[in-house]
């Protein structure tokens, strides 16, 4: 089911009703409803998908279980390899076994061996990606003894599947989630408000931006040798902003969404466009996955310790593997790696972290030299982002290539200017907001209730001009 | 949370308000880029002395060319015709009645005389069309009555596919109401109404020969080339279109779509109230048992036979062919001599008063 859909309008407010005055007498009953809601919201898109998520819930379960009763060294590492192995073995069939078999089958053809292909038709599971690392990092923290395991297998059950970061996260870990469902809810106003405030930032940014500039961003990207120098760099900055304004925006809803039912999810997202350095920029972009990486992956191969050369292996394996994680196509790869370089000066002059605060605080406008800052890291990051969309690594360079060459500028000669309107209006409120959780977090005593019913109808009558097709979100493929 | 929901409720009831407020002084036809950009166009030309209209779908756009038909008329009759194609890209039943009906209070709609309306059946919204504006945003509740009731009376299709029909079908009709996924477009395009389909001549008619030499959207290549190569690869697509139209023809029986039926009845005698003559056609490799036996109910003289394949044999030919559901240039201009003379033969039966 669809964030964006009528569907989910529909589904979101019956389970609300459920889980408020029906079920808000029993903690059991309230997580029971929460486990079949997912369910029924994950088998909407597909039924037998289901099955996946069962045993991912019903393994580490066990696993944990059986870790924290355990002190044989053996065990409990054959324990979490079971975890790893069977939870990383459904990514990696589901997701990368073509990919595999695709390359191995052309560096035999390199050497002049023909193989015949043997790739499967395989449809990849929503949102395996996300869940997969959420059940992951139950076991890991548990076999870290970092973390008790539950015994409540229905809590366990609903912190793996809860139906608004199922499928796009933010990623969650156990230590933060878990314990909620633990805890009886309650109801509180102010909370419940400002979730449906960004609930609705989210839905503008997913439907009125991203999916307005992925109209543009697909025709431009498709057919990038039928267009001038001027409309690939509007086709690049389309999707920097479709990217954004989709993951984002799913984040956003997702957060809204547990805030009504008495949940609060990490952030995932800090108005990461308006970072100085890419160290800073990914301290702001996707959080919850760079957090895991940085916990799961980079501190255990030994982080920002050792020689420059254990440093400089780190911080390409982290980036990489990152990059490999959102899909299995060497396009992802080499976005990775790129931001691998763009990072690593930063690490090695220790200025990576520099930029720790939001941009211009306490001041309306940024200096020079933010502003300076700000220009060189979005652009960089939009390189980044022409490899992340283009369908193969040639389609990129080519991409890159047309734009930087001469013959090919030419100032595109119609402009879409209502999507500009658009995106004019979405960094001015984030821009005023950056300081704030999300782009519609305000304080009922600052802003007369008037302009605030305002706002909200002028952004809910926007959502609605643009809802239409229900396109799905770009996170889902990974 | 009393106060919460109080609030939300108080707020989405302003907001359908307001929305409807707003959409209150929109044309009939805003949602249809096709069907408005032609309509623009009548409004533009009030005198030009039209007063015979083809309502339908892209195969009354694609295949009838107004030039050719009153050509026809002229030199094969004493009647005075002059024609417009309003057909438009996936119009389907009953959108198409709901323009029909629009039109016919309209400004433009009073100097009508004839309105040959493309008969189809009660359309199940597919995949592709589900959620998309021009799916709904025709839908009121006499037209979503319609479509429950046909669809229930339909015995042809299973239980399945009627509740899914239905299912469809209220979701669209709330995303009506709440005009869901309208004028989003309109803002962002600038030029909305899709005048590539009022075609080279300013007669509604858009060959899908000339949309493919002239369109420049590699996409609309790419699709108009592969559905266009497809009838090439396999000759058995015509062939078996026109053994189902024959198999049809054979097997025409009582057995008919009541609701539908009514329905058009009553569009024959809200027309004739207003002096309109209306005209009732099915268009060459459309046909099904069900429309068939339909068609064959319409009387008479509210009727003409386009999709006979032992009257129009050709028109199941390649040579006339542009896919497997629309002719091509050469099939719309055979097609639009013999509509032209059916339609003479039932003018000079039926109304000869019309005849100068």
């Not at chain 1, 073509?98 to 599971?125: R, S």
């Not at chain 1, 931006?209 to 001027?230: K, V, W």
């Not at chain 2, 919204?125 to 009376?153: P, V």
Request: with cysteine; net charge positive.
């Amino acid at each position: 089911m669809l964030f964006n859909s009528l569907d989910f309008a529909i589904f979101l407010p019956i389970v609300f009703i459920l889980y408020w005055f029906v079920t808000q007498k029993s903690l059991k009953l309230q997580n029971i409803l929460i486990v079949v809601a997912s369910y029924f919201f994950y088998g909407w898109w597909s039924k037998r998908f289901l099955a996946l998520i069962l045993i991912s819930t019903v393994l580490d379960y066990f696993v944990g279980r059986f870790l924290s009763n355990s002190n044989d060294k053996f065990k409990r590492k054959l324990l979490l390899v079971a975890s790893l192995a069977v939870n990383l073995g459904f990514l990696g069939v589901f997701k990368y076994f073509n990919f595999f078999i695709d390359n191995f089958i052309a560096v035999f053809t390199f050497f002049g061996k023909e193989i015949q292909p043997n790739t499967l038709d395989i449809i990849l599971p929503v949102g395996i990606s996300f869940y997969t690392f959420q059940t992951l990092s139950y076991s890991i923290d548990i076999y870290r003894r970092k973390l008790e395991p539950t015994k409540d297998f229905i809590a366990f059950a609903a912190f793996v599947s809860f139906f608004p970061q199922l499928v796009a996260g933010p990623i969650e870990r156990a230590k933060n989630l878990l314990p909620q469902f633990y805890k009886k809810r309650e109801f509180k106003y102010a909370q419940a408000i400002d979730g449906m405030r960004q609930i609705l930032w989210g839905l503008f940014k997913k439907v009125v931006i991203a999916d307005n500039c992925a109209q543009y961003a697909d025709i431009i990207f498709n057919n990038y040798t039928e267009y001038s120098g001027g409309y690939l760099i509007l086709g690049a900055l389309f999707f920097t902003f479709q990217i954004y304004g989709d993951f984002s925006g799913y984040s956003d809803i997702a957060i809204g969404t547990s805030r009504l039912f008495g949940f609060n999810l990490k952030r995932n997202f800090a108005f990461p466009y308006f970072s100085r350095d890419i160290a800073e920029f990914w301290r702001r972009w996707h959080i919850s996955l760079s957090t895991w990486f940085r916990d799961y992956l980079y501190i255990p191969l030994g982080g920002s310790k050792g020689g420059t050369w254990k440093k400089i292996r780190n911080i390409f394996i982290i980036f990489v593997v990152s990059g490999f994680w959102h899909g299995a196509n060497w396009t992802f790869i080499i976005w990775g790696a790129l931001n691998a370089i763009y990072f690593i000066p930063l690490l090695l002059t220790k200025t990576n972290r520099k930029n720790t605060d939001d941009v211009a605080q306490g001041k309306l406008f940024p200096s020079y030299r933010e502003i300076f800052s700000m220009l060189s890291t979005f652009t960089l990051v939009v390189l980044g982002w022409v490899f992340f969309r283009s369908n193969s690594v040639p389609d990129a360079i080519g991409f890159l290539s047309r734009i930087f060459s001469a013959e090919q500028i030419a100032f595109p000669p119609e402009l879409p200017l209502a999507i500009f309107v658009l995106l004019g209006i979405q960094l001015i409120v984030e821009w005023f907001q950056r300081s704030k959780q999300h782009g519609l977090e305000m304080s009922s005593e600052n802003i007369p209730s008037i302009f605030r019913w305002l706002i909200y109808l002028a952004l809910c009558m926007l959502i609605m001009a643009f809802l239409g097709k229900g396109t799905s979100f770009i996170y889902f493929q990974f | 949370m009393g106060k919460f929901i109080r609030k939300i409720v108080i707020y989405v009831s302003v907001l359908f308000m307001l929305i409807q407020l707003l959409y209150a002084f929109i044309p009939y036809h805003w949602g249809n880029p096709y069907f408005s950009a032609k309509i623009s166009h009548l409004e533009d030309s009030v005198n030009k002395g039209y007063n015979l209209y083809f309502f339908g779908s892209s195969r009354v756009n694609r295949q009838i060319d107004p030039f050719v038909f009153d050509s026809v008329i002229h030199e094969e009759s004493k009647i005075n015709i002059k024609s417009f194609n309003l057909g438009s890209p996936a119009t389907f039943c009953p959108q198409a009645y709901y323009l029909y009906e629009q039109f016919l209070n309209s400004d433009i709609g009073k100097n009508a005389n004839y309105c040959l309306i493309e008969l189809m059946p009660v359309n199940a919204i597919s995949d592709f069309f589900f959620h998309q504006e021009q799916t709904n945003y025709w839908l009121n509740l006499g037209e979503l009555k319609f479509i429950i009731e046909a669809n229930f009376n339909n015995d042809k299709i299973s239980n399945k596919a009627k509740k899914k029909n239905i299912r469809r079908y209220l979701t669209s009709y709330l995303e009506n109401k709440f005009h869901i996924g309208h004028s989003g477009k309109q803002i962002i395009t600038k030029n909305y109404y899709d005048k590539r389909f009022v075609g080279q001549r300013y007669d509604g008619y858009y060959p899908m020969d000339l949309e493919l030499r002239t369109v420049k959207d590699e996409l609309i290549v790419k699709h108009l080339t592969q559905i266009s190569e497809e009838i090439k690869k396999d000759s058995s697509i015509l062939n078996n279109r026109l053994n189902h139209a024959i198999e049809h023809y054979n097997n025409i029986a009582d057995d008919f779509d009541s609701v539908h039926f009514n329905r058009i009845s009553k569009m024959i005698e809200n027309a004739n109230e207003l002096d309109i003559h209306t005209v009732f056609f099915i268009s060459p490799r459309s046909s099904s048992q069900e429309l068939i036996n339909l068609f064959n109910a319409i009387p008479n003289k509210n009727k003409i036979d386009m999709a006979n394949p032992f009257l129009y044999k050709d028109y199941y030919l390649l040579k006339y062919a542009f896919d497997r559901g629309h002719l091509n240039e050469n099939g719309a201009q055979l097609y639009s001599v013999d509509i032209a003379k059916e339609l003479i033969q039932l003018i000079e039966k039926n109304d000869p008063n019309n005849i100068n």
